[in-house]
């Protein structure tokens, strides 16, 4: 069975780092492309960060140059490290994965983890 684990969430004043983790695991053949995503309380879940299998990544706009995306490809982890957090960045983080599986390609997600930014 397909889990994905994230971790690395909490609460952090404006300016400060964290980084973010998801390991997936579970009868999985191939990885795809993995990615963040966020939803803040009364917004839609929104795309945060992805990277393929190639390497290509791909941020929102609002995080550009503050977040990075990467991955090690050997653990089948995704990394998100944040930088110059913002309030606006509050929010619970929810990793992505596209896979190929024991049971076909499909899309899994994780828990969650929450993220709060404030003084």
């Known amino acids: 069975q397909v889990q994905l684990v994230e971790s690395g969430g909490g609460l952090v004043q404006p300016g400060e780092s964290l980084r973010l983790s998801c390991a997936a695991s579970?009868?999985?053949?191939?990885?795809?492309?993995m990615g963040w995503y966020r939803q803040a309380p009364g917004k839609q879940r929104e795309l945060v960060a992805g990277?393929?299998?190639?390497?290509?990544?791909n941020y929102a706009d609002s995080v550009k140059g503050r977040f990075t995306i990467s991955r090690d490809s050997a653990k089948n982890t995704v990394y998100l490290q944040m930088n110059s957090l913002k309030p606006e960045d509050t929010a619970v983080y929810y990793c992505?994965?596209?896979?190929?599986?024991?049971?076909?390609?499909?899309?899994?997600w994780g828990q969650g983890t929450q993220v709060t930014v404030s003084s």
């Open positions: 579970g009868g999985i053949f191939r990885v795809y492309a």
């Open positions: 992505n994965a596209e896979l190929a599986t024991v049971n076909g390609p499909g899309g899994y």
């Open positions: 990277i393929t299998s190639s390497g290509r990544t």
